[in-house]
């Protein structure tokens, strides 16, 4: 069913007359926060963007915890370099009332490894 207005009609029945009610149809679209994943980033990679780790169609808009309070988290991008290896977790959520929040939570494991002189850096 579409968006819109709808009349309901009852035909009435001599000596009654038809009887109708209308109503109106408006679509709510549920918030999508995407779906959460885990990645593993090396300190000397430096930052990463949070929202392209995301799996799904994660609709944009929505808002980034830091779960661990580090600090290093501006917007969408997490600056790995500047905490100590570990487990960071980060959650995105997207509101989209009167529906309930999505979220979806993204966690970094932060790494101490090197790229050798003439590696390459991922690409995010």
Known sequence: MSEGYYTYTVTGMAPCADASS???VTEIVL?????????????????????????????????WSDDNATGALTGSVFAAGS???GSYAF??????????????????????????????????
Do not use: H, K, R
């Open 31 to 63: 918030p999508n926060a995407g779906i959460g994943g885990s990645v593993a980033w090396c300190q000397s990679f430096g930052n990463i963007d949070l929202f392209a780790q995301l799996g799904g169609a994660p609709q944009a808009g929505g808002t």
């Open 83 to 85: 905490v100590a290896p």
């Open 91 to 124: 959650t995105y959520t997207v509101d989209g009332p009167p529906c309930s929040p999505a979220t979806a939570t993204v966690t970094v494991v932060v790494g101490p490894c090197l790229v050798p002189p003439g590696g390459i850096n991922p690409v995010e």
């Open 22 to 24: 209308q109503m109106c």
